[in-house]
């Protein structure tokens, strides 16, 4: 009798550690990340200006063949590094003290030419104080001197027991790292790079969860996320639409997936005079989509100002169009609501078009991928023809 009661006992304990064990992973409300190596390889980021002067700045001396030459200063984390410009066998030339020592001949720096443009853009290492490392990208356009950072720090983010590759980037281009100016990349596939939905702002979805950054460490070291309520994001391709609501131009407010049991889709685009008419054509296609039974919504950024001489004939007049094609859903998107509308629906610039199921299942997004090749990542966007959307949406509608 004792010992059955030993044993029930003991098996009690046990299966409360069990519960116990369950309940901390099951109530698990935030994950972490770590990033200790600093690594060159980023889009281009906030671009800022050097000032440029005739003069040195602080104690420093252009090298005696080098002519023409400017000097500036970069500053970031607080620290200052001094810049020369000049030429030299009649060719450009940028040269950065890096590690502060006064000698421009022995910091890491390389130019390589920018794609597109007979520009060379130098690559940088800035070495800090502290022994930590920046990469920036420098370039001339004519007198103005720009450049950005292009660092990611890449580590481990730990989500319960499974833990992921992943990286951060500061996107101020001043060194510090905070959460509303970071890009996350987690390698969600496993195939040891970071693909094109694998970049997050704010907001990161692992499997069925949503996670919203609550704080980094200002220097990139750490981060962690909290899990969200809410669907907060865009999903992928064949999972649910999130509920995303926004107001139109009367100021009724309008859900973009409110409409169940409706094909839907979503197109998004800047209200400028280059993009009107390219806007007029989506407009006239979704116009033709209304007879086989799809809504359209259509998120126009709106221009800051206007100075047509009679709006009613204007061709950025949000409420033209809407007058125009009066069937179609038209939601203005100001200036001061872009970031976050951006971040959420992960819209691609200049244009998105999305389509929705009537069950709010996402089928289809403009494609879009990324090139880590080199230390200029790029982004690249593949948008479809009207042609090719309206037999996708005539093939849908029969199904």
């Given at each position: 009798?004792?010992?059955?009661?030993?044993?029930?006992?003991?098996?009690?304990?046990?299966?409360?550690?069990?519960?116990?064990?369950?309940?901390?992973?099951?109530?698990?409300?935030?994950?972490?990340?770590?990033?200790?190596?600093?690594?060159?390889?980023?889009?281009?980021?906030?671009?800022?200006?050097?000032?440029?002067?005739?003069?040195?700045?602080?104690?420093?001396?252009?090298?005696?063949?080098?002519?023409?030459?400017?000097?500036?200063?970069?500053?970031?984390?607080?620290?200052?590094?001094?810049?020369?410009?000049?030429?030299?066998?009649?060719?450009?030339?940028?040269?950065?003290?890096?590690?502060?020592?006064?000698?421009?001949?022995?910091?890491?720096?390389?130019?390589?030419?920018?794609?597109?443009?007979?520009?060379?853009?130098?690559?940088?290492?800035?070495?800090?104080?502290?022994?930590?490392?920046?990469?920036?990208?420098?370039?001339?356009?004519?007198?103005?001197?720009?450049?950005?950072?292009?660092?990611?720090?890449?580590?481990?983010?730990?989500?319960?027991?499974?833990?992921?590759?992943?990286?951060?980037?500061?996107?101020?281009?001043?060194?510090?790292?905070?959460?509303?100016?970071?890009?996350?990349?987690?390698?969600?596939?496993?195939?040891?790079?970071?693909?094109?939905?694998?970049?997050?702002?704010?907001?990161?979805?692992?499997?069925?969860?949503?996670?919203?950054?609550?704080?980094?460490?200002?220097?990139?070291?750490?981060?962690?996320?909290?899990?969200?309520?809410?669907?907060?994001?865009?999903?992928?391709?064949?999972?649910?639409?999130?509920?995303?609501?926004?107001?139109?131009?009367?100021?009724?407010?309008?859900?973009?997936?409110?409409?169940?049991?409706?094909?839907?889709?979503?197109?998004?685009?800047?209200?400028?005079a280059s993009e009107v008419s390219k806007?007029?054509?989506?407009?006239?296609?979704?116009?033709?989509?209304?007879?086989?039974?799809?809504?359209?919504?259509?998120?126009?950024?709106?221009?800051?100002?206007?100075?047509?001489?009679?709006?009613?004939?204007?061709?950025?007049?949000?409420?033209?169009?809407?007058?125009?094609?009066?069937?179609?859903?038209?939601?203005?998107?100001?200036?001061?609501?872009?970031?976050?509308?951006?971040?959420?629906?992960?819209?691609?610039?200049?244009?998105?078009?999305?389509?929705?199921?009537?069950?709010?299942?996402?089928?289809?997004?403009?494609?879009?991928?990324?090139?880590?090749?080199?230390?200029?990542?790029?982004?690249?966007?593949?948008?479809?023809?009207v042609g090719q959307i309206s037999n996708?949406?005539?093939?849908?509608?029969?199904?």
């Amino acid at each position: 009798m004792l010992v059955n009661f030993f044993n029930t006992r003991v098996g009690f304990i046990m299966l409360l550690i069990v519960f116990l064990t369950i309940s901390c992973f099951a109530q698990q409300s935030t994950i972490s990340g770590q990033f200790t190596e600093t690594k060159a390889g980023m889009f281009y980021t906030f671009t800022r200006v050097v000032q440029l002067h005739d003069t040195p700045l602080t104690s420093v001396y252009a090298p005696f063949d080098l002519y023409n030459t400017r000097f500036g200063q970069i500053t970031l984390k607080g620290e200052t590094f001094d810049v020369i410009t000049g030429l030299k066998d009649g060719k450009d030339i940028i040269l950065v003290d890096g590690n502060r020592n006064k000698n421009f001949s022995d910091d890491e720096i390389y130019a390589q030419t920018l794609s597109g443009m007979n520009v060379n853009t130098y690559i940088v290492k800035l070495i800090f104080s502290d022994g930590s490392g920046y990469y920036i990208a420098l370039w001339r356009i004519e007198d103005k001197l720009y450049y950005c950072g292009i660092t990611r720090r890449e580590g481990i983010l730990y989500v319960g027991e499974k833990s992921y590759k992943a990286a951060i980037a500061e996107t101020d281009s001043d060194g510090w790292y905070t959460k509303d100016a970071i890009l996350l990349m987690v390698d969600l596939n496993g195939n040891g790079k970071f693909d094109g939905p694998e970049f997050f702002r704010k907001y990161l979805k692992i499997g069925e969860e949503y996670f919203t950054i609550e704080s980094v460490t200002k220097n990139g070291e750490a981060i962690v996320l909290e899990k969200s309520s809410t669907s907060v994001l865009v999903p992928f391709i064949g999972e649910t639409f999130p509920d995303i609501s926004f107001k139109e131009l009367s100021g009724k407010t309008v859900n973009l997936v409110e409409k169940a049991r409706e094909w839907k889709v979503i197109y998004f685009n800047f209200l400028t005079a280059s993009e009107v008419s390219k806007i007029n054509m989506w407009l006239d296609a979704f116009s033709e989509f209304l007879k086989m039974g799809v809504r359209s919504y259509v998120l126009l950024v709106a221009p800051s100002s206007c100075n047509c001489t009679s709006c009613e004939e204007c061709s950025l007049d949000l409420e033209s169009l809407a007058k125009k094609y009066k069937d179609i859903t038209i939601v203005p998107i100001s200036r001061e609501k872009l970031d976050e509308i951006t971040i959420r629906l992960r819209l691609l610039y200049p244009e998105t078009l999305m389509v929705i199921s009537p069950d709010n299942v996402l089928v289809y997004r403009t494609s879009a991928g990324v090139v880590t090749e080199g230390v200029i990542w790029k982004h690249t966007i593949t948008m479809p023809t009207v042609g090719q959307i309206s037999n996708l949406i005539e093939a849908l509608a029969k199904n």
